[in-house]
């Protein structure tokens, strides 16, 4: 991917959290939003925000490392790190909880000069019992751009569940085969070739080789086991010593920055999207409970507005015009109370949403109000000649209002339903610019392959 179109991810998803911010920020003076309990229930969503944004704005790329006791996930960080950081020995368990260590990829081209690398390195995931367990690792997962799952040989049934697991975050993935040199050349090739053809999980129904390609399973040796080496000395002894060899991660290396390249900035702006998207989803789910029931009462009288003000004009066309524009007021006022910035224009875009996904029924509305304003309209004109014809305009104005405001309170609980979502909509809303990035990505790329796999999970 360019380097230029990654910059613009980059720039756009800053934007977007950076609005994100601005309106939550002004949510908070809202009266009702400054009710203390639902401060305390979003602080974290705000904060997860916050933190976010600060990690777009410094360029840092998460990469977290999974897998079960004993398969070497410190040693492979502390190789691609160049210096034994993270904590390694031969006992189970070294690895208590998440550590973070920040690394500086070495300079190989101007996009890898514009990022730093933050290593998440975890406790085995079969140590941590059930609940927990999922827990860490959904929340290490969600702040992961790129996830390494290491395993030492066949893979087990535990780390096959936890592999399709993680999978379902939707993050790039690759698979770390490591202590390759515990293994012959064949016996490696057979493993490698395993990986690629495991049979059906009866859980996903998805094969490996679905959840990842070739290209995505990678072999090393972070911490080589000693080699005993005879030594001749000039004297004519011999001599056997211990050597430990040089780690074999030169590829994970070189695939890690290839991916930086390509796409690693564009990775940073589209999970850092989707963590703000979840975020608003969150503070949304919280706050509906205290504007919910002042929304309700907005909507009803909003409803009784338009239905009096259809059914007393008695010109047609005007009736139904008024109609619309109370159903826009009535939008802006949804808007104004969850402190939503919307203009007339954004007003008239999600009524004409509204209007076209009702399966017809709201535009069914318009019609019916539309010809019982024009036999309402007639009534009006020969009432003079007819005072019989009152009546008829009295029951026609009656039904025409009664339509008309059962139309504004499905527009109303349409309008309200989509608004309680937040900021994720609009020209710099997540959905908006995760689509933008998500129809970029060149073929090639880690992002391609997982594309319809996030469009999903985003419901876009």
């Not at 211990?242 to 290396?253: A, F, G, S, V, Y």
């Not at 004009?313 to 047609?316: H, L, S, V, Y």
């Given at each position: 991917?360019?380097?230029?179109?990654?910059?613009?991810?980059?720039n756009?998803?800053?934007a977007s959290?950076?609005?994100?911010?601005?309106w939550y920020s002004?949510?908070?003076?809202?009266?009702?939003?400054?009710h203390?309990?639902?401060q305390?229930?979003?602080?974290?969503?705000?904060?997860?925000?916050?933190?976010t944004?600060e990690?777009?704005?410094?360029?840092?790329i998460?990469?977290?490392a999974?897998?079960?006791?004993?398969?070497g996930?410190?040693?492979?960080?502390?190789?691609?790190?160049g210096?034994?950081?993270?904590?390694?020995?031969?006992l189970?368990?070294?690895?208590?909880?998440?550590?973070?260590?920040?690394?500086?990829?070495?300079?190989?081209?101007e996009?890898?000069?514009?990022?730093?690398?933050?290593?998440?390195?975890?406790p085995?995931?079969?140590?941590?019992?059930?609940?927990?367990r999922?827990?860490m690792?959904?929340q290490?997962?969600?702040?992961?751009?790129?996830?390494?799952?290491?395993?030492?040989g066949?893979?087990?049934?535990t780390?096959?569940?936890?592999?399709?697991?993680?999978?379902?975050?939707q993050?790039?993935?690759?698979l770390?085969?490591?202590?390759i040199?515990?293994?012959?050349?064949?016996?490696?090739?057979?493993?490698?070739?395993?990986?690629?053809?495991?049979g059906?999980?009866?859980?996903?129904?998805?094969?490996l080789?679905?959840?990842?390609?070739?290209?995505?399973i990678?072999?090393?040796a972070?911490?080589?086991a000693?080699?005993?080496?005879?030594v001749?000395?000039?004297?004519g002894?011999?001599?056997y010593e211990?050597?430990?060899?040089?780690?074999?991660?030169?590829?994970?290396?070189k695939?890690?920055?290839?991916?930086?390249?390509?796409?690693?900035?564009?990775l940073?702006?589209?999970?850092?999207?989707?963590?703000?998207?979840?975020?608003?989803a969150?503070?949304?789910?919280?706050?509906v409970?205290?504007?919910?029931?002042?929304?309700?009462?907005?909507?009803?009288r909003?409803?009784?507005?338009?239905?009096?003000?259809?059914?007393l004009?008695?010109?047609?066309v005007?009736?139904?015009?008024?109609?619309?524009i109370?159903?826009l007021?009535?939008?802006r006022s949804?808007?104004k109370?969850?402190?939503l910035?919307?203009?007339?224009?954004?007003?008239?875009?999600?009524?004409?949403t509204?209007?076209?996904?009702g399966?017809?029924?709201?535009?069914?509305?318009l019609?019916?109000?539309?010809?019982l304003?024009?036999?309402?309209s007639a009534?009006?004109?020969?009432?003079g000649e007819?005072?019989s014809?009152?009546?008829?305009y009295?029951?026609t104005?009656?039904?025409?209002?009664?339509?008309a405001?059962y139309?504004?309170y499905?527009?109303?609980?349409a309008?309200k339903?989509y608004?309680e979502?937040?900021?994720?909509?609009?020209?710099?809303?997540?959905?908006?610019?995760?689509t933008e990035?998500?129809?970029q990505?060149?073929s090639?790329?880690?992002?391609?392959?997982?594309?319809?796999?996030?469009?999903q999970k985003?419901?876009?």
């Open positions: 991917m360019a380097s230029n179109q990654q910059e613009s991810h980059l756009r998803a800053r959290l950076r609005q994100t911010m601005s002004h949510r908070g003076n809202n009266q009702q939003l400054s203390s309990e639902v305390a229930a979003v602080r974290n969503e705000l904060e997860v925000l916050s933190n944004l990690k777009l704005d410094q360029g840092v998460c990469i977290a999974f897998g079960l006791v004993s398969r996930k410190s040693a492979v960080l502390n190789a691609l790190i210096q034994k950081i993270l904590q390694t020995g031969p189970n368990g070294v690895t208590q909880w998440p550590k973070s260590v920040r690394w500086t990829p070495p300079v190989t081209n996009a890898v000069s514009k990022v730093q690398v933050e290593f998440i390195d975890t085995g995931l079969d140590e941590i019992n059930g609940q927990a999922g827990e690792a959904k290490v997962a969600r702040q992961a751009d790129l996830i390494l799952f290491v395993i030492s066949d893979i087990t049934r780390e096959y569940q936890a592999l399709c697991e993680l999978r379902q975050s993050k790039p993935l690759i770390v085969f490591n202590k040199d515990l293994y012959p050349e064949q016996d490696r090739q057979t493993i490698y070739q395993q990986l690629q053809n495991l059906v999980n009866t859980t996903t129904g998805k094969r080789e679905q959840l990842l390609s070739k290209d995505e990678v072999m090393v972070a911490e080589p000693p080699i005993e080496v005879r001749e000395w000039q004297d002894r011999v001599s211990w050597e430990k060899p040089e780690p074999q991660i030169d590829d994970l290396r695939k890690i920055l290839n991916l930086l390249n390509k796409e690693g900035r564009s940073l702006a589209l999970n850092a999207l989707v963590q703000a998207r979840e975020a608003e969150n503070i949304a789910s919280k706050t409970d205290v504007l919910s029931a002042e929304a309700d009462d907005l909507i009803w909003y409803a009784q507005y338009k239905a009096l003000a259809v059914a004009n008695p010109i047609a005007l009736d139904v015009l008024g109609g619309t109370t159903d007021a009535l939008i949804l808007a109370l969850y402190n910035p919307i203009t007339g224009y954004e007003a008239g875009k999600l009524l004409k509204i209007l076209f996904s399966g017809g029924l709201l535009l069914g509305e019609g019916s109000s539309l010809f304003g024009i036999g309402k009534s009006a004109l020969t009432t007819n005072p014809n009152i009546f008829t009295g029951s104005a009656i039904a025409q209002g009664g339509i405001g139309g504004a499905v527009v109303g609980k309008a339903a608004l979502q937040g900021a994720t909509w609009g020209q710099l809303g997540a959905n908006t610019v995760i990035i998500l129809s990505v060149e090639n790329t880690i992002l391609y392959r997982l594309r319809q796999e996030l469009q985003i419901n876009l």
